[in-house]
């Protein structure tokens, strides 16, 4: 049984259940059904928590009866069908603490009984009730069982109470609904195409990456194809921020204790931070003490030091510094996937220092260099998720100023909508120090992913007592803007795997020619235009094995190699290639300096 994340899951404010979607309430009410059919198969079922999620809904139970399995699931929905039939009701009631207390201890469900401590003392407790189920639930819900029109059951896995290996596993069903069955089937067809295109089932096909029990779990090897993509995206990010005024530093990867104190990471973010190494050094005056290194998770902390380290003026503003940082994460082993969530990442990372009268040309440089990438690769679907603070948990959840969170997020607002970007406003959902922007994109198979962060920091820099001279010949502290366009390499390059399902373009690709010679009389010619193409910056290769042309041709393509030079007797005669592109087929034979050529010109171009 597959582990499911361990991150615990963040109890929705009355305020979010009001905005949940129609979608999002046809999900809820599914996973009530669920539960519903699991008691009245398995009447001994202790029951957590069932709520919607982005792609379904979930429940997680406690089931000491009977071990889940798929294989459950034809019975589980049938039943799910005969609760739909019954058209039931959802109803709302209300319920004391006693009483809730009450209800749910005479019927053994001890972890709803835990749950009743997560609702606030001022809230109300609200259950609903479909037939004979009743449920401790804040709602919203559909009307009735009998407007859930298409459901199917996914996957169980197993699932810690609260996330916490320290609490008792359960075993969670995940399920997906929609309105309608053309909708359901829809999605079902894009799962199976994802499945196809799923980086791990790639890369390990085309030796992008591995990973090994020894090197430890979340920690990538790149394969030499695989060091292809990131050295290109590398020179791709290094090249634009060269053009866009940005210099380049590199910091260590660890540092001390007292660091990740004053940026505020610790204790607020240990749990994601592996555990610190603990060295004995000599101080100046000869004492022998301790001190504590981390291994960065971050790069911020580096960089601020670096603004630090020398007097700064209002005329050295902007400083954009930039890095390709590798940053270490504590990822629960249950969370690690492929590339997605591993817990060592090379980020493409800057921060960038202005005042606060350049913020909004530098926010607004930033999207469009956003944008500059998503033509490159060809993302035509993005959105940004506009992430705000909630004024009711400043100094609790968030940097306790008021008026500062409301001039920035005031000037970020005013930067996208000037801008025309397509962005959707997220209450509460803001990074401590200063609202962000999450970048999302869609595959061309629909799914979505979280590529990259943006975020705007007017707190942590004071930590740091990082100032300027303005002007006036006073003291500023400098605004800064954290951006990673590309995110990580690592996931990243997962994405682009699936968006483009290993048919990497032209200038990506980690093979981008490969010369299939018909026979040995050809190894000569073969081999020179290799040489040819190498020299001028093109990655290529030569099949000299004993092959017929028909298996090399169906090697390359299995490989997926970009673009294929076929060489006969009559080829080598007249100075041509015989040239095939994957996925598109033969496209004539060519005379080879007027081919190399335009290779050349479309790698250099970028040209998708």
């Not at 404010?13 to 949940?20: G, K, P, S, W």
């Not at 359901?184 to 990973?211: P, S």
Request: aromatic share 10%; net charge neutral; glycine share 6%.
């Amino acid at each position: 049984m597959a582990e499911a994340p361990k991150t615990p899951v963040e109890r929705k404010t009355l305020d979010q259940r009001e905005q949940m979607s129609e979608l999002e309430r046809l999900r809820h009410s599914c996973a009530h059904i669920m539960a519903t059919a699991v008691l009245r198969i398995w009447p001994d079922a202790m029951l957590d928590i069932g709520p919607p999620t982005k792609e379904g809904f979930y429940y997680d139970f406690d089931l000491p009866s009977h071990r889940l399995s798929p294989e459950d699931f034809p019975k589980i929905e049938a039943e799910m069908q005969k609760v739909v039939k019954e058209n039931q009701v959802f109803e709302k009631s209300i319920k004391t603490r006693d009483e809730a207390r009450a209800y749910f201890e005479v019927r053994n469900q001890k972890y709803k009984v835990e749950r009743l401590a997560d609702i606030p003392e001022r809230e109300a407790i609200s259950f609903f009730q479909n037939g004979e189920f009743v449920d401790l639930c804040a709602g919203p819900h559909v009307m009735r069982t009998g407007n859930v029109k298409a459901f199917k059951l996914l996957t169980v896995a197993s699932a810690y109470f609260r996330g916490n290996e320290k609490n008792p596993q359960l075993q969670r069903i995940y399920g997906t609904a929609f309105p309608n069955k053309t909708e359901l089937e829809a999605w079902l067809a894009a799962q199976e195409e994802a499945k196809r295109r799923d980086h791990r089932k790639i890369g390990k096909e085309m030796q992008l990456f591995t990973f090994d029990d020894d090197v430890g779990p979340g920690l990538p090897l790149w394969m030499p194809k695989g060091a292809v993509l990131i050295e290109e995206l590398e020179k791709l990010a290094k090249e634009t921020e060269f053009r866009a005024g940005y210099v380049r530093v590199r910091t260590p990867h660890l540092a001390k204790e007292s660091m990740y104190k004053t940026s505020g990471h610790l204790p607020y973010y240990a749990e994601s931070m592996f555990p610190p190494m603990e060295l004995r050094e000599e101080t100046a005056g000869g004492e022998r003490v301790v001190e504590k290194y981390y291994l960065k998770a971050m790069n911020c902390p580096h960089h601020h030091k670096i603004f630090g380290s020398v007097p700064r003026s209002y005329r050295d503003l902007p400083l954009r510094l930039a890095e390709y940082g590798t940053c270490y994460r504590y990822e629960q082993s249950g969370e690690l996937m492929g590339l997605m969530r591993v817990r060592s990442m090379q980020m493409n990372d800057a921060h960038i220092y202005c005042t606060p009268e350049q913020f909004a040309s530098e926010f607004k440089a930033v999207n469009e260099m956003y944008l500059h990438y998503f033509k490159i690769f060809g993302f035509e679907k993005y959105q940004m998720r506009f992430s705000t603070h909630d004024p009711k948990r400043l100094g609790e959840k968030f940097v306790d100023e008021p008026e500062l969170w409301k001039k920035t997020e005031d000037m970020v607002r005013n930067v996208l909508q000037e801008s025309g970007i397509n962005f959707v406003e997220i209450p509460n959902e803001a990074a401590f120090y200063g609202p962000k922007i999450d970048v999302q994109v869609w595959s061309v198979t629909g799914r979505e992913f979280t590529i990259a962060t943006n975020q705007v920091d007017f707190a942590v820099p004071r930590r740091f007592g990082l100032v300027y001279k303005t002007r006036e010949n006073s003291e500023g502290t400098p605004l800064c803007i954290h951006r990673a366009p590309l995110g990580t390499h690592e996931r990243f390059v997962a994405f682009l795997i699936e968006h483009y399902a290993g048919n990497f373009p032209l200038w990506l690709a980690p093979e981008q020619v490969r010369v299939l010679p018909i026979g040995d009389p050809q190894h000569e010619y073969a081999h020179a235009i290799v040489a040819e193409m190498r020299a001028k910056g093109i990655r290529a290769e030569i099949d000299a094995s004993g092959d017929k042309i028909g298996a090399k041709i169906r090697n390359a393509e299995k490989d997926k190699v970009h673009t294929m030079f076929i060489i006969g007797q009559k080829e080598q005669d007249a100075g041509n290639v015989a040239v095939r592109v994957h996925g598109k087929g033969d496209q004539g034979a060519k005379p080879k300096d007027e081919v190399v050529a335009q290779l050349v010109a479309d790698i250099e171009s970028r040209r998708s």
